[in-house]
């Protein structure tokens, strides 16, 4: 069988830069071998790349971790970090109630996310959210009774909106706008009727301290997805995390994804850390999908 990454990084042409980012795919296939690589190619000069983590064969939940503005495959090691622990914490909420083990993630760095100026647009958004529909049908194709979590990040949010804007979230049972840059209105409005359809349950949170979300809605995307109706809001400022038993979350500080270091060497918690209120909360939320085979 055809491996096209490995292809790929066999050509002599390509730039150093785009070969160090075929490298941090390759290697965080070889460092677990229950990866797999489900997308790949080139938008122009570009690699785009999706990787899937745990049993993805036959997965009874898949959660589909997208990523936000200048993110490319440079950043795929931190991601994937994500997406496995992701997984493992799925898997082990799951089970303690008796759910199934049979749990996959999906880091999806098929899109490009382009800068802070442009994402005061759609463009991007739109043309992610065309890739992500035909990857969520070929999903479905494959595991038609499995059901699908798409966790939006910042930007990414933006995405979420136009993917259900062009019916393409048919798929989805579950979806979480994270520190959202905002949805349009025609995005935010199609999102509450398929909520009000009971066509996939719908959460939202940002951070009080996030002050670089906000600014994303300034532009053509100005719906703070919290406000959609029906949207179920919950919190990333600290506090009990429904489900665990009593459980405490830790605050998110910033806007980060993951827990970053300053110049100080002070600590910000990033929404997707592994003590985040935030994080539990879609861990549990998502573990509750396993419950349901």
Known sequence: MVDPLAEALDDPSITPEVRRKLQNVRDVLDADPQSRLTSFFFEGEEPRAAVAFGDFDAADVIAVVLHGIETDLDAFPGWAEIGQRLCLDVIRA????????????VVWFCYDS?????????????????????????MRHRHPRTRIAVLSYSYSSTLFG???????????????????????????????????????????????????????????????????????????DGGIVPGTGGERGEATQGHASKTEVDDEGERHRGYFDARAQAYLFAVQRIAHLATLH
């Open 94 to 105: 799951s089970t303690l109630r008796g759910g199934s083990a049979h749990v996959a993630t």
């Open 162 to 236: 136009e993917l259900v804007l062009m019916d393409g979230a048919g798929p989805v049972s579950m979806a979480f706008s994270i520190a959202s840059a905002g949805m349009t209105r025609m995005a935010a409005d199609a999102v509450a009727d398929a909520i009000a359809a009971k066509s996939f349950s719908f959460y939202a949170t940002e951070a009080a301290s996030d002050t670089t979300a906000p600014l994303g809605r300034l532009g053509a995307h100005p719906v703070d997805p919290r406000d959609i109706e029906g949207a179920i809001v919950y919190g990333s």
């Open 114 to 138: 382009g800068t802070h100026l442009s994402a005061l647009a759609t463009r991007h958004a739109t043309i992610g959210a065309a890739r992500l529909a035909g990857d969520l049908v070929r």
